[in-house]
């Protein structure tokens, strides 16, 4: 693995159903996020965690839950997905550590709620 | 509230330069980043300002002046490659990153 993998690709997945959206980094960052894009809106973030152990609310954190259970896995899970909840959905990581740093994404998953 | 803001749309030509603006409104400042990212794909960090100025890196550079909540992206020398969405992102006093909606830039031939 080289920086931050995301799986699955793509999804479509009914009402109704719950899903983990799963991202996994190798670059030791403390810092991980998880962003949705939707057309016409910059990134949006859902939750994010500053360290093993610890996750915190974004913006737009409804319908959404996360843990970080280890340094490497950020796994976002949806209880009860809703169409509302279509959208291309990235997760980031960065160094926190160092101060205000750039993040680095993951390829998206891009999910569609029928 | 928080807000930037960035054009939607911006063509130009190729071998040409074009400025992208930025222009934001957040609850502090610990920073601005420029992300490119092609359609279909991950967005790529490109640059980042914290002090007023230009920055310059290749054919990439930014400006920023905090007085007047204002940066801006300057591609010189476009190639076909840089069509793409160019986003702006604002550090805020929570460390958090809050993202303009992007512009994408065509390149023509």
């Known amino acids: 693995i080289a920086g931050i993998t995301q799986a699955p690709t793509s999804q479509i997945l009914a009402a109704g159903r719950r899903m983990t959206l799963r991202c996994t980094q190798d670059?030791?960052?403390?810092?991980m996020y998880w962003y949705r894009q939707d057309l016409g809106l910059g990134l949006r973030l859902i939750h994010y965690?500053?360290?093993?152990?610890?996750?915190g609310k974004g913006e737009v954190p409804d319908g959404y839950s996360v843990s970080r259970a280890n340094t490497d896995d950020f796994p976002l899970t949806l209880a009860s997905a809703v169409p509302s909840q279509t959208s291309v959905y990235f997760c980031?990581?960065?160094?926190?550590?160092?101060?205000?740093?750039?993040?680095?994404f993951g390829p998206g998953t891009r999910l569609t709620v029928l | 509230g928080q807000n930037i803001d960035q054009p939607t749309e911006m063509t130009a030509t190729e071998g040409a330069i074009v400025q992208i603006n930025c222009t934001y409104q957040?609850?502090?400042?610990?920073?601005l980043f420029w992300y490119q990212q092609h359609a279909g794909e991950a967005p790529t960090f490109l640059s980042y300002?914290?002090l007023d100025g230009l920055e310059e890196k290749g054919r990439f550079s930014s400006f920023l002046s905090r007085s007047k909540g204002y940066s801006y992206l300057l591609l010189k020398e476009l190639q076909m490659k840089d069509s793409a969405s160019y986003l702006c992102a604002v550090m805020d006093s929570n460390y958090q990153l809050i993202w303009g909606a992007g512009t994408k830039l065509i390149i023509k031939p």
């Open positions: 670059m030791r960052h403390n810092a």
């Open positions: 980031a990581s960065s160094d926190g550590d160092r101060g205000p740093t750039e993040q680095f």
């Open positions: 957040t609850s502090g400042f610990n920073g």
């Open positions: 965690s500053n360290t093993a152990g610890t996750t």
């Open positions: 300002n914290v």
